[in-house]
């Protein structure tokens, strides 16, 4: 029996989870609930797709995503994990950990009577990542998936010594023209703007999309909404367990640079990232553990 067939015979729920194999040998969860559709690569624990039924899709995923091993998928939600941009200790470490470079590895499966499915992947440490790093931890994804998508990344400390790390779950949200998009719900908070350690802070109540953007809020626990103005919708991104906000947009210059994606593709996204980084990094002691989530959902334009 192939692995997708023991996959099949142990988390398939029929018509709702199956688990295929994409044009580049990835693994993934086929999903269809009734309320939605979604994707999600085992590697890297990855969503790459979420769209509740009548609605366009919510995540953006781009056309020339790098489906090689050690590459990280660009577009869904990437799990940035056990760091948030480059290693606090060695430079040469892939940026943003290794939680998606690796395949994680499928724990459960459940349909709920409220017509939302279940799936839940584990990373564990082992000889791989403790050649990245010396700790070990389980982490595990949490999607439960209906008419909204809850994401949750939990950490454990499974070691005897205390452990530091930083994540973010890094959403790539679908949009019609980045130049039409606004975000609400950032007014008041400090930021720091493009790797600047000189905080300001943003007195507009909306945050409006013009040019190259990579802003990092500062003790930012509540959620964002997203306005598109091209596609007549707002996304509620909502979050919990994190205290850090990263938007991000490479606008046209960062997009030329960036080679698995098309140039024009980064007017279809936005990055709007629950993160816990720099001075909201999280601490375990052994047996402790810290859930990160976020909360999609349509609202109407
Ligand atoms: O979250 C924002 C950011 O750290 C940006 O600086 C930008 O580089 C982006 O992530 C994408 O990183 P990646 O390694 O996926 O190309």
Known sequence: MNTIEKLNNRFGIDGKISFKLNDNGFKYADIDTGLSTATILLYGGHIVSFKPAGEEEMLWLSPNADYREGKAVRGGIPVCFPWFGPSPVDQSLPKH??????????KSTKANPDGTVELELELESSDESFYFWHFEFKAVMTFVIGTTLTATLTVTNTGAVEMQYS??????????????????????????????????MQKDPYFTLDGFVDRCYVNHSDGCMIHDASLGRSISAGKSGSNTTVLWNPWEEGARLILDMPDEEYARFVCVEAANCFDDTIVLQPGQQHSTAVHLSVAEG
């Open 97 to 106: 950990g290794f939680g998606r470079l690796m395949e994680w590895t499928m």
């Open 167 to 200: 994540a973010a779950l890094h959403t790539y949200f679908a949009v019609g023209n980045a130049e039409n998009v606004s975000i609400e719900g950032l007014s008041g908070y400090y930021y720091y703007p493009n790797g600047s350690t000189e905080r300001r």
